[in-house]
């Protein structure tokens, strides 16, 4: 069934960004909205991806699972954000797992439909490989500074980079809030760290004013000052 309101979501996404409207409302008439509850997986690694995904409200994490056990968060992905689609074009399973961080919808579209669509029209190859451009920069980014920066500034570097893509300017001290709810264990774990070591440092950094806790959303009250710990400057 055709929504009018799905193909003007889908529109605004920047891997849609250039077809014109009947693809896009082609692509509506077969897409699917489905709700996942905080923690609940969208799909497992090495699942067969016979979804292409786009995270519609809510937060993604992408986790791989590593041979000792621990899971590791390559990326956290919001609203108007692939999942998923590069295994769809691939033709391969998931290389990794997707789990919803807080109450989640997102809109699935068949894989079949999708591949005929970038054989159509080569302008979504070029969004889908821009897009894997710059998620191959920023994980470099981030095993280099698993590699050589300490917790501390992996920390601050972890949120500096949250609040670039979806911050917005709060009411504390012309800082920056975050749009969603981040726990402690979803930033260690992105971050590289354990909970215990981020609860301790995070604590700190409330009370010094860097952070600013209200209703579970962090506020980056000290930019600067958050700059400077993720260049490794003493505090």
Do not use: C
């Amino acid at each position: 069934m055709f929504s009018k309101d799905l193909a003007a979501f889908l529109s605004q996404s920047p891997a849609f960004a250039g077809l014109p409207a009947r693809e896009i409302e082609a692509v509506a008439r077969v897409a699917v909205e489905e709700p996942h509850l905080a923690r609940g997986y969208i799909f497992m690694e090495g699942d067969p991806s016979r979804w292409f995904y786009l995270v519609r409200t809510g937060h993604v994490k992408i986790v791989r699972h590593s041979k000792t056990g621990k899971d590791v968060v390559l990326e956290l992905r919001g609203p108007s954000e692939v999942i998923g689609g590069v295994a769809v074009i691939e033709k391969r399973s998931y290389p990794a797992a997707a789990q919803a961080t807080e109450p989640t919808v997102v809109v699935k579209i068949p894989a079949d439909p999708m591949l005929a669509l970038a054989d159509r029209h080569p302008a979504f190859i070029k969004a889908m490989a821009l897009t894997i451009g710059r998620r191959l920069r920023a994980a470099h980014d981030s095993v280099e500074a698993l590699a050589v920066d300490p917790v501390e500034a992996r920390l601050a570097a972890t949120l500096l980079r949250l609040a670039e893509r979806e911050g917005t300017r709060g009411k504390v001290g012309g800082g920056v809030t975050l749009s969603f709810h981040l726990t402690r264990q979803n930033l260690a774990d992105m971050s590289g760290t354990t909970v215990e070591t981020t609860i301790r440092i995070v604590g700190r950094w409330l009370k010094e004013g860097l952070l600013v806790d209200e209703g579970g959303r962090f506020i980056l009250g000290d930019l600067d000052g958050l700059r400077a710990r993720a260049e490794g400057e003493a505090s």
